[in-house]
């Protein structure tokens, strides 16, 4: 089993930048392909961005392509979520995910999933 835990979430204005993280714990982490995910309000959860276990591959969904960027370092046992440029449509909770199969992590059926952390956005 991999624990998941996120944090950085918070209150920012529109055009700012966040720095989301996520703790891993419990099995090697290197071993999985890790992502984040986020769901608003009222909305299904969204593919955000996806990395692979070695990080040399590495996806983004289209809302946030250019804006956030994903990394990890397996030697911590975290991935983190760069967040630039945020406007009002980014504010979600978002969820850190991991999976042993890459195409499980962006088809979005992840084995693991954190808690959330949200993100709000003021304009």
């Known amino acids: 089993q991999v624990k998941l835990e996120e944090s950085g979430g918070g209150l920012v204005q529109a055009g700012d930048s966040l720095r989301l993280s996520c703790a891993a714990s419990?099995?090697?982490?290197?071993?999985?392909?890790a992502g984040w995910f986020r769901q608003a309000p009222g909305r299904e959860r969204e593919f955000v961005a996806a990395?692979?276990?070695?990080?040399?591959?590495?996806e983004y969904g289209d809302s946030v392509k250019g804006r956030f960027s994903i990394s990890r370092d397996n030697a911590k046992n975290t991935v983190w979520l760069q967040m630039n440029s945020l406007t009002p449509e980014d504010m979600a909770v978002y969820y850190c995910?991991?999976?042993?199969?890459?195409?499980?992590?962006?088809?979005?059926?992840?084995?693991?999933w954190g808690q959330g952390t949200q993100v709000t956005v003021s304009s």
């Open positions: 419990g099995r090697t982490f290197r071993n999985y392909h």
């Open positions: 990395i692979s276990q070695s990080g040399v591959t590495i």
């Open positions: 995910a991991a999976s042993f199969l890459y195409g499980d992590l962006t088809s979005s059926r992840p084995a693991y």
